[in-house]
């Protein structure tokens, strides 16, 4: 099994911050993806990155693969309580997907 | 369309005892998973199904748990007898190609044994 590992584990902050999360791994993944988990939820995918290197932006949220596709990281613009969840990384591995155990998101108004 | 199905939502059993979680995938998903997420962890995978064949059981703890989907559309995945430490959610997710290799995630089964 291919480990990620995600930082923080906890993150508290309050409406209008920035935040970025990390994803990484010594392991070369052929593509990561996002998923945030609210409670009671499974978790919902956000997005799939694929080529080392690659950005993607969804609205306030950015998201890069790093060049050497082992690591990832998420990037929050003035974070809303909407935002408030648990976004975990998984890697893929054939049709299987390997999670991180998360960052635990809350933002306060 | 309708999303991954999931039930019963709430289950507490007494260690030792017997449980099932009822799956049914989005209509026309033929590659269906179960994973279990412990407090504080993320998902792992148990088992993946492709139509009604495992591709995958390498994680399931196979002197306890059991999965099956015989007509390759929904799914029951059992303990017997639940340890302590079974104690988690129990996700159901299902794929299908055209989407490339997003999965969708049912709402789970919380399971405490006391």
């Known amino acids: 099994t291919q480990l990620l590992e995600q930082s923080p584990q906890f993150l508290s902050i309050q409406e209008g911050e920035n935040l970025t999360v990390y994803c990484n791994s010594s392991?070369?993944?052929?593509?990561l993806q996002w998923y945030r988990q609210e409670p009671g939820e499974g978790p919902v995918l956000l997005v799939t990155v694929v080529t080392g290197g690659e950005v993607k932006k969804l609205k306030r949220l950015t998201f890069q693969f790093g060049d050497a596709r082992k690591d990832s990281s998420l990037h929050i613009t003035a974070a809303q309580p909407g935002d408030t969840g648990l976004y975990l990384c998984a890697g893929r591995s054939g049709y299987a997907l390997n999670f991180g155990k998360g960052t635990s998101l809350l933002v306060t108004p | 369309e309708a999303g991954v199905a999931q039930s019963p939502r709430y289950k507490i059993i007494e260690k030792r005892q017997s449980v099932a979680f009822w799956c049914n995938p989005i209509?026309?998903?033929?590659?269906l998973y179960w994973y279990q997420q412990i407090l504080g962890q993320g998902p792992k995978l148990l088992i993946q199904f492709q139509n009604n064949g495992v591709v995958d059981d390498s994680q399931l703890p196979k002197d306890r748990f059991s999965a099956e989907r015989l007509k390759g559309v929904d799914s029951t995945l059992k303990i017997q007898p639940a340890k302590l430490e079974d104690s988690a959610v129990y996700l159901c997710a299902s794929r299908t190609i055209r989407n490339g290799y997003e999965q969708y995630f049912g709402p789970g089964t919380r399971l405490t044994v006391t």
């Open positions: 392991s070369v993944f052929s593509s």
């Open positions: 209509s026309g998903h033929a590659t």
